[in-house]
């Protein structure tokens, strides 16, 4: 297991070992694999490193830009948004390039690779786990 030196998931405490997932709208928020899993921090959109990499809040901001035109809308906690719209939400038009299913739920987005997309079942198993890949509680076009 990779381990994140000087990183720590903000729910359990414990080091960071294995995934990293570093929310990219909040300054300084990071969850373990296990955290994750759970649905800790499920309305924000969470870049899954699975090696240590510098990080500055600059490469949010530009991620966020990326995925939408209303950045204002993206970095705003949706506090009506909960663990069951995550499970529930349909990514129109996407389907999981580890399993060839639509995605509803959690869809994770490569951003090393032009197309890969893939649901919350083979992100779990660890399906394309060598690459960057973003979290991404809401539908959108990229």
């Not at 901001?61 to 204002?72: C, G, K, M, P, V």
């Not at 959690?106 to 032009?114: A, L, N, P, T, V």
């Not at 394309?128 to 076009?141: A, D, E, K, Q």
């Amino acid at each position: 297991n990779t381990n994140h030196l000087g990183v720590w998931c903000d729910e359990c405490r414990n080091s960071v070992e294995g995934y990293r997932y570093k929310c990219i709208q909040c300054p300084d928020y990071d969850l373990c694999t296990v955290c994750e899993g759970r649905r800790f921090h499920a309305d924000h959109y969470m870049l899954r490193m699975p090696a240590p990499a510098f990080w500055c809040q600059h490469f949010g901001r530009s991620l966020a830009r990326r995925l939408s035109n209303q950045t204002d809308n993206i970095c705003r906690i949706n506090t009506s948004f909960s663990q069951n719209n995550a499970d529930n939400m349909d990514h129109r038009g996407v389907s999981c390039d580890g399993c060839s299913v639509r995605i509803r739920g959690f869809r994770y987005k490569c951003i090393q690779c032009r197309d890969y997309d893939l649901c919350c079942d083979c992100e779990g198993k660890g399906v394309h786990g060598s690459h960057f890949m973003i979290r991404m509680p809401l539908p959108t076009n990229w």
